[in-house]
Structure formats: structure tokens, C-alpha cells
């Protein structure tokens, strides 16, 4: 996966809490097995104004001017910030898979969703937790400054705000060394390659007949 240590991104607000996963990307987009072409549908009940079906041209669809992602100082976030309980729902990953495509490498917000939080770390999605009341402060921040962008720093863990002020965060030191080198599941599981082979050589001459 992609590695993350310094994103200097322009800040998208979503001011709404309890933020499902069905809204993040519904339900008849999930047919598919890969994990690309998510991102045209990310919030797409919200985002645009007719039902989406998997194969339309997202082009060509009346999309919502009221919701943030359409508008024009928003173009080209990275940045989301959310209210609290973010990916709650189901725990299905394209929701993580639907922003990382669209382009969102940090959502901030107070408090995620169990399931959600953990399947963003093994997207290389960093679920950044702030307090309340400091996400207050940053949607005031961003609907008073067109073009507002944070700058975040996953080896200080601190976010850098326009203004000057830092703001810390809290993360987990094994989920941070993972997002910092860009450790998935299996490429965690890949750096202990020698060992495997090893082991396998080692039951191949203790049971062959397991290998015929």
C-alpha cells in the first residue's frame, strides 16, 4: 500500500455525524472484487442528484451543487474532515477503498467506527482522532478560508494549521510504523519470506507425502 508520512492537503468539511458506510459508498457498488472504481461513487446518494447504478458514466450524471465535494474551492482535497462516529455501519472496506481512490489520504474527525478505523490503516487511510471541540474550531476555520489546507505529520504526530498552531495527536506506535513504510497485511507478512520458506523446507523433508 502507499506509504504516508507528510500530507500537506486541501480540507474538505463534511459536517454531519454518524457518517455510515452505505453513505460512504452504497450498497449496489459493492458487486465488484476489486479494489478500484469505488472513488466516482463515493458518497453518490449525496453527490449526485439521480440513483447511481454500477457502469454509469459519472460524467454525465446531474451531480448535487449543494454538497461539498461538488463545489469548486474543494477540488482536489485530501483532507476530509468529519463529525463524530465516522464509518459506523457495515464493515465493508470499499468505503476505505472509495475515498483512497477519490484522493482522500486523511480524514479527521472526533471518534470512527471500530471496524472502519481499523481497515483505514490497512489502506494506508490514516483516521486522524481530534477533539471536539478542535474540530470545531477547524470547520469554523475552513468555511471562513477558501483554499484552508493542514498540514500533517504522521513522525511528529502533529497537525500544523495555517495560523501556526500545531495540534497533536494520538496513534497506536505498530499502526504508525505500518502507515510510515507502507505495511499491508501481506507485506507485513512478506518480511518474514526467509522464515517461510525455511519452514516450508524443513516439512517438506519431514512429511513429503503431504507434498505429492
Known amino acids: 500500500m502507499q506509504a504516508f508520512n507528510r500530507l500537506d492537503g486541501l480540507v474538505v468539511p463534511l459536517d454531519r455525524a454518524n457518517v455510515d458506510t452505505d453513505a460512504i459508498i452504497p450498497k449496489q457498488f459493492l458487486k465488484s472484487i476489486k479494489r478500484t472504481g469505488f472513488g466516482p461513487h463515493l458518497f453518490d446518494e449525496w453527490r449526485y442528484l439521480d440513483h447511481g447504478e454500477p457502469g454509469m458514466d459519472c460524467a454525465r450524471r446531474p451531480p448535487n451543487p449543494e454538497f461539498n465535494l461538488n463545489q469548486p474551492r474543494y477540488q482536489g482535497a485530501s483532507i476530509l474532515l468529519a463529525r463524530e462516529n465516522f464509518g459506523c455501519g457495515s464493515s465493508r472496506e470499499h468505503a476505505v ?37 478542535t474540530v470545531d474550531r477547524l470547520f469554523k476555520a475552513v468555511a471562513a478560508q477558501p483554499g484552508y489546507r493542514l498540514t500533517v505529520d504522521l513522525l511528529a504526530q502533529t497537525v500544523l494549521t495555517p495560523q501556526g498552531a500545531v495540534l497533536g495527536f494520538q496513534i497506536d506506535p505498530f499502526r504508525k510504523e505500518c502507515l510510515l513504510n507502507g505495511w499491508d497485511d501481506i507485506e507485513l507478512t512478506l518480511r518474514h519470506a526467509d522464515e517461510i520458506r525455511a519452514y ?13
Open 97 to 133: 477503498w472509495a475515498l483512497d481512490e477519490y484522493g482522500i489520504r486523511c480524514v479527521i474527525a472526533p471518534s470512527f467506527a471500530d471496524i472502519f478505523f481499523t481497515n483505514s490503516f490497512k489502506s494506508g487511510l490514516l483516521p486522524l482522532r481530534l477533539p471536539v471541540e
Open 200 to 212: 516450508e523446507a524443513r516439512r517438506r523433508q519431514q512429511a513429503p507425502w503431504l507434498f505429492s
